[in-house]
Nanobody, 117 residues
Framework: VQLQASGGGLAQAGGSLRLSCRASGYIVVIHSMTWYRQAPGKQRELVATINSAGSTDYSDSVKGRFTISGDNAEQAVYLQMNNLKPEDTAEYYC????????????WGQGTLVTVSS
């Protein structure tokens, strides 16, 4: 299974971006899909996660501004980012926990989000 993330780019503070992450390969069931980010010089942090039941959770820093959604049929997860702030600047990574005969985890490549003030 591979993940392909896209949608990063340059935005002004207050602007919006939408990230996409699609999984390719054999998946029996998706347990959860998660967005992480890592800013320069900082540790990777969880941004938002969605499980197979559609339940979501967010870091406090993005609550009310970011929305995660998933499409199990498309094996995709999205992150709508509104009211962006310069501190949202980071490499964003998607992650999937799934079952393909065994429990597995896969990471996608990062997509860079840069927010200018």
């Amino acid at each position: 299974v591979q993940l392909q993330a896209s949608g990063g780019g340059l935005a002004q503070a207050g602007g919006s971006l939408r990230l996409s992450c699609r999984a390719s390969g054999y998946i029996v069931v998706i347990h959860s899909m998660t967005w992480y980010r890592q800013a320069p010089g900082k540790q990777r942090e969880l941004v938002a996660t969605i499980n197979s039941a559609g339940s979501t959770d967010y870091s406090d820093s993005v609550k009310g501004r970011f929305t995660i959604s998933g499409d199990n049929a498309e094996q995709a997860v999205y992150l709508q980012m509104n009211n962006l702030k310069p501190e949202d600047t980071a490499e964003y990574y998607c992650n999937i926990h799934y079952f393909d005969g065994t429990a597995a985890v896969t990471w996608g490549q990062g997509t860079l989000v840069t927010v200018s003030s």
